[in-house]
């Protein structure tokens, strides 16, 4: 079973993680983890610094869940991607790559992430080439 897990940072994304852990463990799944930077453009030199900080952060939360996964000696994959709306490149890499499922936070980031990503759960619920499972 090939399964994507799509992460935040948010507390539910972590809970995502978890589940994954679990199904690595009892089931054998071979996990992908998948975050995806809102892009914040790159007109002003400021906003480069933006995305920089943003590129940062995300990456930090795969290097997290990497270790997650690395401390029950389990292997993972991880994807980082930047984009303008973040279920488009999960769904997109979902189809392209057949998982079996997608393991996400049933909500994620607060404030400006939130404001960028809208529902990224939603969206994937709805067009998703595979089961999803929504973390709480």
């Keep these: 079973m090939k399964v ?5 940072g948010s507390e539910h994304s972590r809970k995502a993680l978890e589940r994954g852990l679990e ?3 009892k089931q054998g799944a ?4 998948m975050s995806v930077a809102p892009a914040a ?3 002003l030199d400021e906003m480069r610094n933006i995305q ?3 590129n940062e952060e ?7 869940a990497k270790a997650m996964f690395a401390a029950k000696g389990i292997e993972v994959e991880t994807v980082f991607e930047i984009g303008l709306v973040p279920a488009n490149n999960i769904i997109r890499l979902a189809e392209e790559e057949k998982f079996d499922r997608i393991i996400m936070g049933a909500t ?3 404030g400006l992430a ?3 990503m809208g529902s990224t759960a939603g969206k994937v619920v709805a067009n998703a080439p595979c089961e999803v499972t929504l973390v709480r």
């Design 108 to 110: 994620g980031q607060s």
């Design 4 to 8: 994507l897990i799509p992460i935040d």
């Design 114 to 116: 939130r404001i960028l």
């Design 58 to 64: 995300y990456r930090d939360w795969l290097d997290e």
């Design 41 to 43: 453009g790159t007109i």
């Design 52 to 54: 920089d900080k943003l």
């Design 23 to 25: 199904l690595a463990e």
């Design 30 to 33: 071979k996990i992908t983890i």
